[in-house]
């Protein structure tokens, strides 16, 4: 079965405690990016990679890295989060070019105090 | 440039009711249209897609009509259901993918 996990699914920390967000895929896909969902604003996407070792920054990428050392896998981090990076974060990931459906995992909800 | 706007901001309708959500671009590099539908707790899936290369997509009771000249398409729902009720995302992407940009969707509810 095609599957997106994130992990944590849900989050509570405090403002300058780093943490990472982790992302998994097993379906080979070359693409994969990352996305927050706030009300009003639907998904903005905060960085994407086309392969491994390539990423590029989306719309809303300010206080956010990312990884890609593996084709699965690819994290989020947040070096030193702040309360308006409180949020609702989704993985995607997508074969070959536009044409092809994006499959999201189920979400991370994060909290920063 | 970058941007999709998307109406409503949310729509109810009776069961059986024709929904139609609207979207316009401005970016003619765009050239892939997709629509995804959210329940709660969930990510989004894709719905339907549209290229522009055509005017009307139908998949059962999904329909996009895509107008390619006034950059703007919409998604119909025929017989809407109770089970529709969801928020609905449309996106636009250029060919390669890399600018993928999303509305800010339409929570829909179906009444039974």
């Known amino acids: 079965e095609a599957q997106v996990t994130q992990n944590p699914r849900y989050l509570i920390t405090v403002t300058g405690k780093k943490l990472t967000v982790t992302c998994s895929q097993n379906m080979n896909h070359e693409y994969m990016s990352w996305y927050r969902q706030d009300p009003g604003l639907g998904l903005r996407q905060i960085y994407y990679?086309?392969?491994?070792?390539?990423?590029d920054k989306g719309d809303v990428p300010e206080g956010y890295k990312v990884s890609r050392k593996e084709k699965r896998n690819f994290p989020l981090i947040l070096e030193s989060p702040s309360p308006n990076q409180t949020s609702l974060y989704f993985c995607?990931?997508?074969?070959?070019?536009?044409?092809?459906?994006?499959?999201f995992g189920d979400g991370t909800r994060l909290s920063i105090l | 440039q970058q941007q999709v706007k998307q109406s409503p901001q949310s729509l109810i309708v009776q069961k059986g009711g024709i929904p139609i959500i609207n979207c316009a671009y401005e970016n003619t590099a765009f050239d892939y249209f997709p629509w995804y539908q959210q329940f709660p707790g969930k990510g989004p899936a894709l719905l339907i897609a549209i290229r522009p290369d055509v005017s009307e997509k139908k998949e059962g009771r999904f329909t996009i009509s895509f107008n390619k000249s006034a950059k703007q398409f919409s998604l119909h729902i025929m017989d809407s259901q109770p089970g529709d009720s969801a928020t609905y995302f449309c996106?636009?992407?250029?060919?390669?993918?890399?600018?993928?940009?999303f509305g800010p969707g339409t929570r829909l509810s179906v009444l039974p």
């Open positions: 996106a636009a992407s250029d060919h390669y993918g890399q600018n993928f940009v």
């Open positions: 995607a990931t997508r074969g070959g070019y536009s044409n092809q459906p994006q499959h």
């Open positions: 990679s086309m392969n491994v070792e390539v990423t």
